[in-house]
């Protein structure tokens, strides 16, 4: 008797906790920010959820209610982003999604999208899966492995120092860097670059000796490799690399994914040399950026990175979206996200009407000594060659 | 590359790499055997070394003096865990402990994040050390080569304090018989906290000289401690002999199975540990045996 | 010496008939939330509940009835989640029941043997094998992309449809179908493991967690039962396994990490261990909490390690229950 | 005629001590043997051995004919050897009758019936009521066992054990630590028992084991020094140095 008293003490407990959170209010535009901010990238989500703020805080209102964003951690874990996404929506009733970071995240979500009811605009993703994947699913920010693949095969015919060598390819294992991989070697064989391991090698994502791999490229008499790594993963490989003396012996690394400024700075000199493709560096000089970089340094006091761009960017598209269906309906706002585009720091971005996924322009950069800046960073993604956003594709 | 310079190669990475395997697991062992505890938060414990070595190197002293100064910042840490969190617990079933220790784990781990952030770390290590090394024709990173000395040495020095003192030898007796020690005049409390300070201290020692061989993050502790469980597991429970076996087995096979397969090397370990607990249930070494 | 048989002290007499009423009051009250309380991320909350208050009810059986400890007992619903999503993939799209049939299996199948290796270990090492093992399967289906997904998980399992029979009564697509159907199995779940740890069996157990060395002496072959009862537990969270998958539809490796792990653990450490209401009400407070936590603070591991930490100091023996316990602690 | 329970050669090492030193002994189908020596003559570590809880290093223990040497405990337990312990080994958490009911019920089976009541299990209930009562325990039968008083406990431990059916009973020391009142009734219970089954019984009380015994078996340094009935044992020379050293 007692024990089923205090059961159902326990029932109504909760259930006095969960009552008072139904009343919600009408008044703002609530929109779900879903980014990791525990676990091994918990720094690039953060960066991204500044990013989403600055734009919110530059934009203020949208339909003359004022921005709310509520912000939850998905801790890179696809079944708690997805109840997380659940939470965001059902019981916050907000009226999109933004943000993700990893793959899996972004197509669980996805795959829960039809239930869920609302658009999910992507900043954060690779995976080429995202191309007219839902009518709701949207990717703004961070080139597909496709588009990073002909940056960076663009970008190694175009430097005589990266031209005619044998690349080892070495990817974290999962579908990002299975897709990456694939992608950059069927590219690569059509331009004639030389592939040492066309089944290359798949490291866990937990790997943090790296010794065996770097044995390994030794043994193999390379002088190039190819990485596909999760960015803060980036700098810990290059400098192990550097403590075996791979880069003192002339290999070159070129990485399909852009490290973010911390992880470069925590690298030191050992990050010296890495080239890769991307939508956007600090160094990348026209008024827009220049101005963007000093107002987000202002407001964060950390180095502005392409993650909190592309999250700044792909909010501003969605803001606008929403302005340009005049109401909240998911159908309406999807509709207006498909060839909506923002003149932003990294020059037009424009979510395609064909395929629900960005086109803009893209930069190719090696990592250096930086010269003297406001944000006092030492390493900097110095940009070689910049790419118009037709010729990384894909064709609409 | 020669095929000796690589075979070279590979026996480096795998004595380093079971080098690091075994302080951890050692330390694991001294606490369990000498006070019954397993520590899950040992793991956290090995963070929490790598991470003072690296504040300690970046405010400017010599890597070398990080070294001697980290094992008693980590033993230190592991004092107050025990005084405050395990004594407690010492005669509840060890269930509880073992699930409180886990809990412990969050918490550090938590707390390391807290302070250190979530970016990766480097050791700044002496010039020197950052030179490569040629070795029949491969060239080696000299600081490897010194980490595998350290280990070496940390490894002599508990030898000699466990067989060759009087302090060793009454904590070898206290594992097999703990009445006796009491009836000795020992207090087993001194016992206990003994193990928990030495143990964390080789846990802060590991931490130290793992950092510049893999990076520091906030989650380095939780690989290590599933590895050190699976080496004194398979070494024995409580048996330090059987540690140093198991930590160069497993340093041997992970570094084998990640060159030639890649893709499957843990699951490897896994099932190597499983088949040889088939056949020997109690570890290769069998329980217990603090030697 | 006959009428004494009524009466025997220590065996409780067939449930209560307020035991009895609070149940079904209970199970009818769930049965009707869905029609009267139409939010769906609650009835989805609650549903992901009841899944986790199954498998921490397996757990139990483990840590609370047998005495051992399972530190992923995620790996198994995991096991069972991914067969079940593997074979409407791949088999049959609408073999509900089957599909749910060759997942427990399965699970059971997987669960054999390891639990075999298992109890040929002590105590301790039980426990630190049920980690290393759970990093073996969590590796395994986290780098057989080809048949699991790999780190992206297993996407696009379809929604079979709930057929009694020969009617349909629902898709496990809708959440509220999907919330009532876990709400029945789960229930039958309940009443047969109840009546399973009341059993002569469930006595075995029960000598077992009490004193092994003593349940050896008179008898009882103390590793064959722990292994009845390890697959007692596995099959139980085969079951949790497969509801999981229809009602989330997807199943990555991260539900089998350790991380996962703990927060099974943690959820029967709340409610309390050796009686089956406890974890369900932990998993219920767990969930509620852990989604209160981790939207109010990044550093959430902080204090889900100070609650664990608090938990077995001061509360050992969770909500359910205290109080005997409290009485026993005592006088022990 | 063939040996109800005999050892060949039984020997047992732990590191470099001999705690059992090639032992031979012949035990009858009824009856009560003590064995006694002085502190660490290797009494416990004999019975160990015999009755599974450690492997022996060397020799053979043959109960009824057959080989039982490091079968598994629960093996020999249902072949009728049982024993009680030194330090007292009970269900602390249930109650007196459920301590001797599992102990009933692994002996009857129907350990598996996982879907019936323990009740169902009629003749296991009765059975143990009768030991509960033969035993004088049928009052605290509702009590956890925790909560008995020390020679209860010890009284209950062998009615755990007796819920087996024993052919051959090892009790280790089983009046260590009680009044002379229990003493005297645990005493009488068990050359009670001893008139049915075959009891051994290590025990330090020379009174008691002198006045029940119906022979007696004297370990020294893991070997027996000698064997017989207890006039001759009290009198018997070895014995008398082994006790008290060869001065006396």
């Known amino acids: 008797m007692r024990k089923v008293l205090k059961i159902s003490l326990c029932v109504a407990i909760v259930f006095l906790l969960v009552i008072p959170q139904l009343a919600v209010a009408e008044d703002p535009v609530k929109i779900g920010v879903l980014v990791p901010l525990t676990g091994i990238v918990a720094q690039g989500g953060l960066e991204m959820k500044y990013g989403i703020e600055m734009a919110a805080a530059e934009k203020g209102t949208v339909l003359g209610r004022p921005i709310e964003l509520l912000v939850e951690d998905t801790q890179v874990k696809p079944p708690i982003a997805v109840t997380k996404a659940e939470k965001l929506v059902y019981k916050d009733d907000c009226k999109a999604l933004i943000g993700v970071f990893s793959s899996g995240v ?45 940056g960076n095969v663009k970008g190694i015919i175009a430097r005589p120092d990266l031209k005619d060598r044998n690349y080892y390819v070495i990817v974290h294992d999962y579908s990002w860097g ?32 790296w010794s065996s791999y770097i044995s390994k490229i030794k043994a193999s008499g390379v002088d190039g490799i190819y990485m596909a790594f999760i960015t803060n993963v980036i700098p810990v490989f290059a400098k192990q690399a550097a403590d075996f003396g791979l880069q003192a012996q002339g290999i070159k690394l070129v990485s399909a994914a852009a490290p973010g400024p911390l992880e470069l700075e925590a690298g030191g000199e050992a990050c010296y040399g890495i080239f890769g493709a991307s939508d956007w560096s600090w160094d990348v000089n026209n008024p827009i950026s ?77 990592t250096m000594a930086a010269p003297d800046n406001p944000f006092g960073a030492k390493v900097y993604m110095k940009v070689l060659e910049t790419f118009k956003a037709e010729e990384l594709g894909p064709p609409e | ?188 409390n001194y016992v206990h906290i003994g193990a928990f300070v030495l143990g964390s201290a080789l846990a802060g020692v590991a931490g130290i000289i793992a950092g510049p061989l893999t990076t520091i993050d906030p989650l380095m502790g939780h690989e290590m401690l599933i590895s050190s469980f699976v080496v004194i597991v398979i070494g024995g429970l409580g048996s330090l002999r059987g540690a140093v076996y198991a930590a160069i087995l497993i340093g041997v096979v992970q570094t084998l199975a990640e060159f030639f397969i890649t893709d499957l090397a843990m699951v490897i370990v896994y099932m190597m540990m499983a088949v040889i607990l088939a056949f020997r249930p109690l570890g290769l070494l069998g329980e217990g045996k603090f030697e | 010496m006959m009428s004494d048989i009524t009466s025997i002290p220590g065996d409780r007499p067939s449930a209560a008939p307020i035991k009895i009423f609070g149940f079904a009051a209970i199970f009818l009250a769930l049965a009707i939330l869905p029609f009267v309380w139409d939010n769906r991320f609650y009835i989805s909350l609650i549903t992901q509940i009841m899944i986790y208050g199954l498998l921490a009810m397996s757990l139990d059986v483990l840590l609370g009835y047998t005495g051992l400890l399972s530190f992923m007992h995620n790996a198994y619903l995991g096991i069972g989640a991914y067969m079940v999503g593997l074979f409407l993939i791949h088999v049959s799209p609408t073999s509900l029941w089957l599909a749910c049939l060759v997942g427990v299996i399965f699970t059971g199948a997987v ?32 780098k057989w992309y080809s048949v699991t997904g790999g780190d992206d998980g297993l996407m696009g399992v379809p929604s079979p449809d709930i057929q009694l029979f020969r009617w349909t009564v629902g898709n496990t697509g809708d959440p509220t179908h999907i919330y009532l159907l876990t709400l029945v199995v789960v229930a039958i779940c309940f009443v047969l493991t109840r009546r399973i740890i009341r059993s002569p069996f469930g006595a075995v157990l029960e000598a077992i967690r009490e004193n092994e060395e003593r349940a050896a002496f008179v008898g009882i072959n103390v590793r064959r039962y722990k292994l009845y009862g390890w ?102 | 005629m063939e040996a109800f329970l005999c050892t060949d050669d039984l020997c047992r090492q732990f590191g470099g001590v001999t705690a059992t030193d090639c032992v031979c002994i012949d035990i009858e189908e009824s009856g009560l043997r003590s064995i006694i020596g002085p502190n660490g003559a290797g009494k416990t570590t004999f019975i160990n051995i015999i009755t599974g809880r450690i492997p022996a290093s060397s020799g053979k223990v043959f109960f ?4 039982i040497t490091n079968k598994p405990t629960h093996e020999l337990v249902r072949m009728g050897i049982c024993r009680t312990f030194q330090i007292t080994s009970i269900f602390q958490n249930l109650t007196v009758f459920e301590n001797v009911r599992i102990a009933r019920q692994a002996h009857k089976g129907g350990s598996l019936k996982i879907f019936s009541t ?131």
């Open chain 3, 111 to 142: 669960a054999l043997p390891v639990g075999w290796v298992q109890v040929r270990t002590g105590g301790l090492a039980f426990a630190l094998l049920t980690l290393a093992f759970g990093m073996m399967f969590h590796t395994i289906v986290w």
């Open chain 4, 118 to 248: 323990k009740r169902s299990l009629k003749n296991v209930s009765v059975d143990t009521w009768d030991i509960l009562e033969r035993l004088g325990l049928q009052d605290q039968a509702h009590q956890e066992a925790k909560n008995l008083a020390y020679g209860d406990q010890r009284v209950l431990e062998v009615a755990i054990a007796m819920a087996g059916s024993p052919q051959i009973l090892f009790l280790d020391e089983p009046t260590a630590g009680m009044s002379p009142g229990e003493t005297n009734h645990i005493s009488r219970l068990i050359r009670g028992l001893a008139e049915e089954i075959s009891i051994v019984l290590v025990e330090h009380d020379m009174d008691l084991v002198m006045s029940i015994s119906d022979r007696i078996t004297v370990l020294h340094y893991g070997s027996i020094i000698a064997e017989g009935l207890p006039e001759e044992i009290k009198t018997h020379q070895m014995v008398r140095e082994a006790y008290l050293g060869k001065d006396a």
């Open chain 2, 1 to 188: 590359m020669t095929g000796i310079a690589t075979a070279v190669d590979i026996a480096l990475n795998s004595l380093v790499l079971g080098g690091v395997f075994l302080i951890v697991a050692i330390g694991l062992n001294i606490i369990y055997g000498l006070s019954r505890v397993m520590n899950l938060a040992h793991g956290s414990l090995f963070a929490i070394g790598a991470y003072t070595g690296y504040t300690l190197v970046a405010s400017g002293l010599n890597f070398f003096v990080a070294l001697l100064i980290t094992p008693i910042i980590a033993g230190f840490v592991g004092l107050i865990l025990e005084r405050m969190i395990i004594a407690p617990m010492r005669k509840r079933s060890m269930i509880y402990t073992l699930i409180l220790t886990y809990g412990l784990m969050f918490f550090l781990d938590g707390m390391i994040k807290q302070t250190w952030g979530n970016e990766p770390r480097f050791i700044e290590l002496p010039i020197f050390m950052g030179e490569t090394l040629s070795i029949l024709g491969t060239h080696y990173p000299v600081f490897r080569l010194v980490t595998l000395a350290i280990t070496a040495v940390v490894m002599i020095a508990l030898m000699l304090f466990l067989n060759k003192t009087r302090l060793g030898i009454i904590l070898r007796a206290a594992s097999t018989i703990p009445e006796m020690v009491s009836c000795l005049g020992f207090n087993m």
């Open chain 4, 64 to 67: 009824q004919g057959s080989d």
């Open chain 1, 178 to 209: 299975h897709d990456a991989g694939e992608r950059f070697i069927a590219l690569a064989k059509e331009n004639g670059i030389k592939i040492y391991n066309e089944d290359y090698d798949k490291a866990p994502i937990k790997t943090k000796d």
């Open chain 3, 231 to 332: 697959m007692l537990a596995c099959i139980l969270a085969g079951i949790a396994g497969a509801l999981f998958i229809l009602y989330k539809g997807y199943i990555g490796p991260t539900t089998m990490s350790a991380f996962a792990g703990a927060g099974v653990l943690m959820m029967v450490l709340l409610g309390g261990m050796g009686s089956l209401w406890g974890p369900l009400i932990g998993a219920g407070i767990f969930i509620y909490i852990q989604d209160y936590i981790t939207t109010m603070t990044e550093h959430w591991e902080i204090y889900l390690g100070l609650v664990v930490i608090l938990l077995v100091l001061f509360m050992p023996t969770g909500f359910v229950g205290m109080g005997s316990y409290l009485k026993r602690m005592r006088r022990n």
């Open chain 1, 106 to 150: 972004g197509l669980a979500i996805s795959k829960n999208i039809d239930k869920l009811n609302v658009p999910f605009l992507s900043t954060h993703v690779m995976t080429t899966k995202f191309y007219s994947l839902h009518p709701l699913v949207f990717r703004s920010g961070q080139l597909a492995n496709d588009q990073t693949a002909v």
């Open chain 1, 290 to 366: 220049d101005k963007w970089e000093l107002d987000f340094f202002e407001k964060y006091k950390t180095i502005p990175s392409d993650a909190a761009v592309h999250s700044y960017v792909g909010a501003m598209n969605l803001f606008n979206a929403i302005e340009k269906a005049g109401n909240t309906d998911a159908k309406a706002i999807a509709d207006a996200l498909r060839g909506i585009s923002y003149d932003g720091p990294y020059g037009t971005v424009r979510i395609s009407a064909k395929d629900n996924c960005m086109r803009n322009d893209a930069v190719l950069t090696e």
